[in-house]
């Protein structure tokens, strides 16, 4: 067992049973958060991507710099862990993947973009070596396999963190212009809603003021044989009974 767990285990003891549990519990809310902000992050690559106006490559190069700052950090946050101890490095470096995880929407060039990746990386490794040697001394205290639930807890927060980015990134949050008084959209609006009515053609079909008194009207276009017909109540009900009878034939 490291020496950072030795030296944590005299301050924590099975015997003392509600520190463990207020300890268990902050890991697991670490844990919780790590996966949520890194999941945060990862459905925004396609916005960041978009606003930088990078290409596929330069984008994979940038994501490099996650990788990169995460192998550097890991291999000094022992020594920073035996040093200072494990708890306070995990505060630290949560204070940061926080900081830094705001930072890429708000660059315009893929070399800024890789430069910030790069402390988000370093502040990522840093965190899950720095909670996962605390939650080694909680498991050695505790006697008991309580691993499981940290990283349960990073899951959940992963999957929080990918819900509430997915719905962000899907604009449930209105971030465009105003709408028009009668809550119509602009005319050729991407967002669709109804606008105003678009004039006629000058050549549209028109009903001829002597419809009544006998003049031809104008001819409904067929619907052609391969579009799409809509679902009814009574076109379900007929596919039903073809499902059934093909079934008692067989």
């Not at 949520?36 to 940038?62: C, D, H, N, Q």
């Not at 910030?116 to 040697?133: D, E, K, R, T, W």
Request: proline letters at 9%.
């Amino acid at each position: 067992m490291p020496q950072i767990n030795k030296a944590r285990s005299h301050s924590v003891v099975p015997g003392h049973g509600h520190e463990l549990t207020r300890l268990r519990i902050a890991l697991t809310a670490f844990f919780a958060l790590d996966g949520f902000v890194f999941a945060g992050w990862v459905v925004r690559i396609p916005a960041v991507k978009e606003r930088t106006g990078a290409s596929a490559g330069a984008l994979g190069l940038a994501l490099l710099g996650v990788s990169a700052g995460a192998v550097v950090t890991m291999t000094l946050t022992g020594r920073l862990c035996r040093r200072y101890g494990d708890h306070r490095v995990t505060v630290v470096c949560a204070v940061l993947l926080c900081l830094s995880v705001a930072l890429p929407p708000l660059t315009r060039s893929v070399l800024a973009l890789g430069a910030v990746l790069l402390v988000f990386g370093m502040a990522y490794g840093g965190i899950n070596v720095a909670f996962n040697s605390a939650a080694v001394a909680v498991v050695a205290a505790l006697r008991r396999h309580v691993m499981p639930s940290f990283h349960a807890a990073f899951s959940l927060g992963g999957m929080a963190g990918a819900g509430l980015g997915g719905l962000v990134a899907g604009g449930v949050l209105p971030r465009g212009p105003p709408v028009g008084a009668g809550g119509d959209r602009p005319a050729g609006d991407p967002r669709g809603g109804p606008g105003p009515a678009a004039p006629p053609p000058a050549g549209g079909t028109r009903r001829h003021p002597a419809a009544g008194r006998g003049a031809p009207h104008a001819r409904t276009p067929r619907r052609r044989s391969g579009a799409p017909q809509p679902t009814t109540p009574r076109r379900l009900v007929s596919i039903a009974a073809a499902g059934v009878s093909w079934s008692r034939s067989v």
